[in-house]
């Protein structure tokens, strides 16, 4: 392991915002019976305590432990003992569960949660990711601009519902996952991963997914029709790089209660280009952040001239989700061919690339 990497790790133990769970801890009652970490249905008091605050709360802390030196949990309360929560008060708690959590998973570096935070000062913004070297500068930087509505989570996705209560999270951006070609499981939007996700959204929560892999979106999109999921906005071409990218945007009917974000236009009223499948051509209707927040990756494959797509979707379901029939409803063998070979560094597909940078980053 390089110095500049231990120099990291040893970091990261000094920021308040990031939070680093020992994984042995939650997986002491076995991978199918994870153990639930202190901070679930009380992040939003987390965020309280975060130096540049608006009114930090003195009643919860990092404490160090023997096997993870940045773990977070409430102080032990005289009354109870152990770590409980009744020094919260009921107004306290209810703020900490009213006020909105977005997740990134897989942030990287974070730089795409951070600016999502600094445009959008009202909502608290999480990002996840294993890699405690990467998780480092985004840490490093909202220590150092004070971020009060930042925090970062050092943990595999696969554990995610050991942080998070039942309606804490209101939006999951994915942003550059991994396709995950041979395991569909493995991929972030899956039906396994959209119960996990149903677990502690909000109703009505909504799924960002940013990607460059057609097969990644071509795979979500079917499984959004296969489970009856309501799509907001769809492209296959958000910068309109590609000769009909311009014309490859569609957005459903508007999310009642963001009438802000999703202007109500109604499909069967808008006129001229049509899009993908006959759908009509919106526009105006997309979240500004959107085209203008862009990750390490993003920029790295735009600039290789590769198509950017996004979808977003509203996770609500009744009932156990299912995947595409293949190939009736997905072609996994269709799309996984049309993905590559790609020109980046060498003949690459969406999911070497990935496998290349990441060991440029660690190198």
């Given at each position: ?11 990261n133990e000094t920021f308040a915002c990031l ?166 499981n493995s991929r972030l939007t899956s039906p ?27 795979y979500t999109r079917a499984v959004c029709a ?138």
């Amino acid at each position: 392991m390089g110095h500049d990497k231990l120099r990291k790790f040893a970091e990261n133990e000094t920021f308040a915002c990031l939070l680093q769970p020992s994984a042995a801890e939650l997986l002491a009652d076995g991978y199918f019976h994870l153990r639930d970490h202190a901070v679930k249905g009380h992040w939003n008091a987390f965020f309280d305590s975060l130096p540049g605050a608006a009114s930090p709360r003195n009643n919860f802390a990092l404490r160090a432990l023997p096997s993870q030196a940045d773990a977070w949990a409430p102080p032990v309360h005289e009354a109870t003992g152990g770590h409980g929560f009744s020094g919260v008060s009921g107004t306290q708690a209810e703020r900490s569960m009213n006020e909105e959590v977005i997740l990134e998973l897989g942030c990287g570096k974070g730089e795409y949660t951070i600016a999502l935070a600094e445009r959008d000062p009202g909502r608290n913004y999480i990002g996840v990711d294993i890699k405690g070297a990467r998780l480092w500068k985004g840490a490093k930087y909202a220590t150092e601009h004070a971020l009060p509505n930042v925090a970062f989570l050092r943990t595999r996705i696969e554990f995610i519902t050991a942080f998070f209560a039942p309606g804490e999270v209101s939006e999951i951006w994915l942003t550059f996952s991994d396709p995950q070609y041979r395991s569909e499981n493995s991929r972030l939007t899956s039906p396994l991963f959209l119960e996990r996700y149903r677990s502690f959204m909000r109703p009505g929560g909504i799924v960002h997914l940013k990607t460059d892999s057609r097969f990644l979106h071509e795979y979500t999109r079917a499984v959004c029709a296969a489970n009856g999921l309501r799509i907001l906005c769809q492209t296959t071409d958000l910068y309109g790089r590609s000769a009909a990218g311009s014309q490859n945007t569609t957005v459903a009917e508007d999310r009642p209660d963001r009438d802000s974000d999703y202007p109500a236009i109604p499909l069967e009223g808008v006129q001229g280009v049509k899009g993908p499948e006959g759908l009509p051509l919106l526009t105006g209707a997309m979240r500004p952040e959107v085209r203008e927040v862009q990750t390490f990756y993003e920029q790295l494959f735009l600039e290789q001239g590769y198509p950017i797509t996004y979808l977003s979707f509203v996770i609500d379901h009744d009932g156990p989700y299912v995947s595409p029939r293949d190939p009736e409803e997905f072609d996994t063998k269709k799309w996984r061919e049309s993905e590559g070979p790609r020109q980046l560094f060498g003949h690459d597909s969406a999911e070497t690339r990935r496998q290349k940078l990441h060991a440029e980053e660690e190198s």
